[in-house]
């Protein structure tokens, strides 16, 4: 597969790109991690957490007031993202893509959380990861459409720098606004290739896997906790 720096005849290789060097006709198995954008000592991450936790605290708002349809429309907006050509091959199952059916879980397990008492909700992994068929795949897919204002900005100031061109008038997709709490789309530039936009990620914010899975996350984390909690109550239960 040709990927960016080949399509566009860079004359770089991936250690000198800042940018993921995708295949431009396919997907790269790789993640956008939302924990490794809280990593980055700069305004751009900044601005990509405010706005995913920005949109899940519109999320969470619009449950705790009864709201439910609003809450239900704002996450059927988080589609499957092609343009970065990242995550699952595009062929998968669609039982395991994101859309109506997910955001859905999603809803339904926002509606049940503590989340939704307490108001606390600061994380996107803390937020999904124990909904059932959620996976790495998804929240990656998640956090994209979440980022996707961002990822435009740095894609045409990467082109810029390393001479890719763009194209205009390009359907950005649905945009997060923070200040407004909504979605919105407009017309940008952006390169295309293979007859698709191209969104350009940073490499430092992706993972061939996340750092933890949902199984992972119960073992070694969760189980844990609850055998700390145990210990401290003196309990009769543990088996040593």
Request: charged share 25%; net charge negative; aromatic share 8%.
């Amino acid at each position: 597969m040709t990927t960016v720096s080949e399509h566009y005849g860079l004359g770089r290789a991936q250690p000198t790109l800042d940018f993921v060097d995708v295949p431009v006709d396919g997907d790269l198995r790789v993640f956008v991690d939302p924990r490794a954008l809280r990593l980055l000592a700069s305004e751009w991450g900044s601005e990509c957490i405010s706005s995913v936790q920005n949109f899940f605290r519109a999320v969470l708002k619009a449950i705790q007031e009864g709201r439910h349809a609003d809450a239900q429309a704002l996450l059927r907006a988080l589609r499957e993202p092609n343009e970065t050509r990242l995550g699952l091959s595009r062929g998968r199952p669609r039982g395991r893509a994101l859309g109506p059916e997910s955001a859905n879980s999603v809803w339904d397990a926002l509606r049940q959380s503590e989340a939704v008492r307490s108001g606390l909700l600061e994380d996107l992994e803390d937020t999904i990861l124990m909904v059932e068929g959620i996976s790495s795949d998804i929240v990656s897919d998640i956090t994209t459409n979440l980022i996707r204002g961002p990822l435009i900005q740095y894609t045409q100031d990467a082109c810029a720098y390393y001479g890719i061109p763009m194209e205009t008038d390009v359907d950005s997709g649905p945009l997060w606004v923070p200040r407004e709490q909504r979605w919105e789309s407009a017309y940008v530039s952006l390169p295309v290739a293979a007859g698709r936009k191209l969104l350009l990620v940073p490499k430092a914010v992706v993972r061939r896997r996340m750092d933890y899975d949902p199984e992972e996350y119960y073992n070694n984390y969760i189980l844990e906790h609850l055998q700390e909690q145990e210990l401290s109550a003196n309990s009769e239960l543990l088996d040593f």
